[in-house]
């Protein structure tokens, strides 16, 4: 028998919840529907995915197996459902996605002169929706940080860039040339949901604020609330009157990829990343030492 994808939604709402009630509420349907529903989804695999009892709703091991898979195939069943609707349209559209800091212009550019009749798009991401994005057709080709869940996808390097420290116009470092991560030990800092702003992978012990994008970040740190951390390139781009940027040397480069759903075949998709991959040198020229040094100059001016 098929999986049906309704009761594969209505299945992972409730495992989200663990429970039926709000489950039901967030569907817009009857909880003794949803039941019916998870119960027929149980008899479909032959297995029971949900323990209920006096305790509430916990996961079977097969449950949280199929949690698991239904991530990337209701994104793909999703994926499909955009890329039929724009075929209907009868025009091609390519969406790029790419995170702060990094500029898909050489690539657009390179791409066009082989297919003039493919509109591109651009669009901002975030890092806890690069991977989502891709996954359900958002986007088709996204200009990615790492780490991201690969999942799914086919990741492919692209460059590296150094990392700079964000520090509030006043802090005793905000006029060295360049820093440590032992001389910020001990230091507030912004929590942010994309890992690679961490100067390690666990969880700061004095983690603060959570903070979603570059703009956010910026504003936190001018208050004095904690420091961050950004690509180089970043910097290039975003600059606050009241933030300085110093690069940290022992810091692991940010690593900029390219990705895109494993399961999208496309040769116009095919085309981009090859035009992505012959201008990533021209990218990467966004966060070099000239750049960086005027744009780090004028940064200070302000100040």
């Known amino acids: 028998m098929d999986l049906d994808l309704r009761k594969l939604r209505y299945f992972v709402a409730v495992a989200d919840r663990l429970h039926f009630g709000r489950a039901a509420d967030d569907l817009h349907i009857a909880q003794p529907v949803l039941s019916r529903q998870i119960r027929a989804l149980e008899q479909d695999l032959g297995a029971p995915l949900l323990i209920r009892d006096s305790h509430g709703v916990a996961l079977t091991d097969a449950g949280r197996q199929l949690l698991t898979d239904a991530g990337p195939l209701l994104a793909s069943a999703e994926a499909v459902r955009r890329r039929v609707t724009v075929a209907a349209r009868g025009s091609q559209r390519l969406m790029v996605g790419f995170r702060a800091g990094i500029t898909a212009t050489a690539a657009v550019r390179e791409f066009a002169i082989r297919h003039p009749d493919v509109i591109v798009d651009v669009q901002r991401i975030e890092s806890d929706d690069q991977a989502a994005m891709l996954l359900d057709g958002r986007i088709d080709v996204g200009y990615v940080r790492l ?78 609330r904690g420091i961050s951390f950004l690509a180089r390139s970043t910097a290039v781009f975003y600059s606050h009157p009241e933030v300085r940027y110093v690069p940290v040397t022992d810091l692991a ?8 759903a494993a399961s999208r075949t496309s040769p116009v998709v095919n085309d981009f990343l090859a035009a992505a991959h012959a201008t990533a040198e021209i990218t990467a020229e966004c966060g070099n030492d000239e750049m960086w ?6 940064a200070a001016q302000h100040g």
Do not use: M
């Open 147 to 224: 780490p991201i869940d690969e999942t799914g996808l086919r990741v492919t390097p692209l460059y590296t860039e150094p990392r700079v420290a964000v520090l509030p116009a006043g802090h005793r470092f905000a006029g060295r040339e360049q820093i440590t991560e032992s001389d910020l030990a001990g230091e507030p800092l912004l929590w942010h949901p994309d890992t690679s702003t961490q100067p390690t992978k666990r969880p700061h012990p004095n983690a603060g604020y959570l903070v979603r994008g570059v703009d956010e970040t910026l504003e936190h740190v001018a208050a004095g």
């Open 253 to 260: 480069p940010d690593q900029v990829c390219l990705a895109v």
């Open 293 to 298: 040094q005027l744009a780090n100059g004028v």
